[in-house]
Every structure is written in C-alpha cells, then in structure tokens.
C-alpha cells in the first residue's frame, strides 16, 4: 500500500502533457459591412479561420476600405488613347481610288461608243446566246472580289476595325459597279443587272474570305490566255462592240497547304500547289456569231506563290510585301499549272495548252 501511494506522489514529476490541438494561432479576423451596399460579413486571414487553428470566438469590427494610390505630385494622369479614326491619309486616298477607276470605267463606254437614251439590258447570265458566253459575268465578280480584298487588307493593316473594314470594303467595291453599270446604262450596252449581281457577289466572297482568314485555302483569280481566233473560224463576221474576254481566264482555287492543314494534317511539300477550277471561252464577241465559239472548264493543278512567299518570310505589314501577297492571290499566272478543259462545243477533253489554242 506504500509502495503504491509513493508511485502516485512521484508520477507528477514524469507527467508529459499530450495537446489534442496544436497551440492557439492568431484570431481570425472579420469586418461587418462598411457601406450601405455591402450586405455579407467579409473575411480576413481566412488561414486562420478553421476551428483547429483556436482562433476562439468570432472578433468583429469594421475596416476601412483600402484605396487606391494616388500618383505622385505632377506625375501626368493615364488616359486612354481615343479611337483612331478611319478616315484618315491611307484609307481615304485608296477608297477615293477605288471610286475614280469606277467612274473612269462609266465614262469610257459613252466616250468610246457614243450615248443612248437609259436603258436596261437583260443580259443573261452564262447562256450560249449570250454575248461574251458568261466570261463577263465572271470577269466581274473576280474583280470585284479582288477590290474589295484588297480595300479590306489595306484598311486591316491600316488598323482598322475589322466590321467597319469589312462593311466600308463591301460598300465602296459595289458603288463602283453601280458607277459602271450607270455609264453602261446611257449606251448601247445598258444598265445590266446580271453584271451588278456579280459585283455583288464577287465583292462579298472576297470578303468572306480574308474575314474569316481563309486566303490560305480559297482563291480566286484571273489572268491572261490566248485569244486568238483564226481567220478561218471568223469567216466574214466582224468583232462587236466592247471586250469580247476572249484573252482572260478564271480561277477558282483551293490551296492544298490550307485545307491540309484545316484537315489535321501535314501538307509538306504540298503547301507549294493549288487546284483550281477554270473557266473561259472562246470565239465571243463577233457578229454575226461564230458558229464555233465556245465555253470551256477545266481542273489544273497550279503553283501557290503566295505559300512562298511564306516560306522567304515576306512581311504583309510592309507596302511591298503586302503588295506581292495581292498580286499573286489576284492573278493566274500563264504556264504555272498543267491541267485538263472540257469543251462544251465539241464535248471533248483536252491537254495542258487548251486556254492558249482555239480549237
């Protein structure tokens, strides 16, 4: 019994305390709302917000909003810079540009042809009775689409917003044509909406496509061919009035190196070509008609130059590069591409030289 009662006197000298919670860390911190809108409890220090930290009881009390530092005595206050306006040196004068060829182009007709009481002409579209066989219909939307790119990459590079670029580019290319087809309407030819509806068009493909940044895959151009026709097919009929397209073709292009790559793909060396799809014709333009004219489409397989112009790092945000990106995204450029025409006269096929022979 002793022995037990010293045992119990001498444990408090051994004992060790065993915590069931780490020491007590700092309070948590709170604020009640400081101003009328304010409508919940913010909470501040939230690391020492758990019941194991021993924070105790809730502390509340207010804290003054934090303000923000004051710049230095005289140091000059930011302000945002104001839009930049669109109208300025660049765009106006190329806008203004794209008006005036118009214009010249309505005053050419009336000089050259002599005026007419206005009138409208139903044209068609690319009928074989037509005129030109429809290549004028594609002449103008491959030239509206390459005004009106171009107006937008301008007014783009120009930092331009791009809606406004867009709508001003679309806009600007089709008042053009409407001054052409006005000059056109006080002449023999007369006011054609078919050629309008294709500056339509054209104007608004071109567009789409460098708004959605799909230059890399679609194109559209033109360029020259042969237009010749040989004595021996004209016969006693003589040449009409106005251009006859005889010596153009047209593309439309699907670039390789774009739609592999939109395809998840690797295009390699394949980036460096395109297809196209081309029309042309042939023998138009003469009264009476050849009984051989004829219309043609073709599949050619073509060089992308602007896939290397790419690959020499030719800048788009210099005149001169943008310029060369312009240019070959416009034109076909004769014997870069082989391919196979179709002909719709002699319903026949034929090789890599067709759009420079008459046949």
């Known amino acids: 019994m002793l022995a037990v009662v010293g045992l119990a006197k001498a444990l408090p000298a051994f004992a060790v305390e065993l915590p069931l919670f780490p020491e007590p860390g700092p309070r ?12 919940a409890l913010r909470l501040i220090d939230l690391e020492h917000s758990y019941p194991w930290s021993g924070g ?5 009390g207010l804290v003054a909003p934090q303000e923000a530092p004051k710049p230095p005595e005289g140091a000059p206050e930011a302000v945002a810079p104001p839009p930049k306006k669109f109208w300025n040196t660049t765009t106006t004068l190329w806008t203004i540009g794209a008006l005036l060829g118009g214009v010249g182009q309505s005053i050419g007709a009336p000089i050259k042809y002599g005026t007419n ?3 409208f002409t139903d044209e068609k579209y690319f009928q074989y009775d037509t005129y030109a066989g429809g290549a004028d219909k594609a002449s103008h939307f491959i030239v509206s689409s390459g005004v009106s790119r171009l107006l937008y990459d301008i007014y783009i590079e120009n930092g331009q917003p791009v809606d406004k670029s867009f709508w001003i580019a679309f806009a600007t290319t089709l008042t053009a044509g409407i001054f052409v087809e006005t000059g056109d309407a006080v002449t023999v030819y007369g006011f054609s909406w078919q050629d309008l509806s294709a500056d339509f068009l054209g104007a608004l493909s071109g567009l789409l496509i460098h708004r959605y940044g799909l230059e890399d895959t679609i194109g559209l151009r033109l360029g020259p061919a042969g237009g010749d026709v040989p004595a021996s097919a004209v016969g006693s009929s003589v040449e009409s009035l106005g251009s006859s397209y005889n010596d153009e073709i047209y593309t439309v292009d699907v670039k390789l190196g774009g739609t592999i790559r939109r395809l998840q793909g690797n295009p390699g060396f394949a980036r460096f070509f395109l297809v196209s799809m081309a029309y042309y014709t042939r023998g138009f333009g003469y009264q ?3 009984p051989s004219r004829y219309q043609s489409l073709g599949v050619e397989l073509g060089i992308n130059f602007p896939a290397i112009l790419d690959e020499l790092k030719v800048p788009k945000d210099k005149w001169w590069g943008l310029g060369l ?3 070959f995204n416009f034109f076909r450029i004769p014997y870069t591409q082989i391919g196979a025409y179709y002909n719709f006269k002699s319903k026949k096929w034929y090789g890599p030289s067709a759009p420079y022979h008459f046949y």
Do not use: K, Q
């Open 56 to 60: 105790g009881s809730l502390e509340l």
């Open 288 to 290: 009476p008609p050849l």
């Open 28 to 39: 948590p911190r709170y604020t009640v709302p400081a101003a009328a809108d304010e409508d």
């Open 117 to 119: 009481s206005w009138h």
């Open 325 to 327: 990106y312009e240019f």
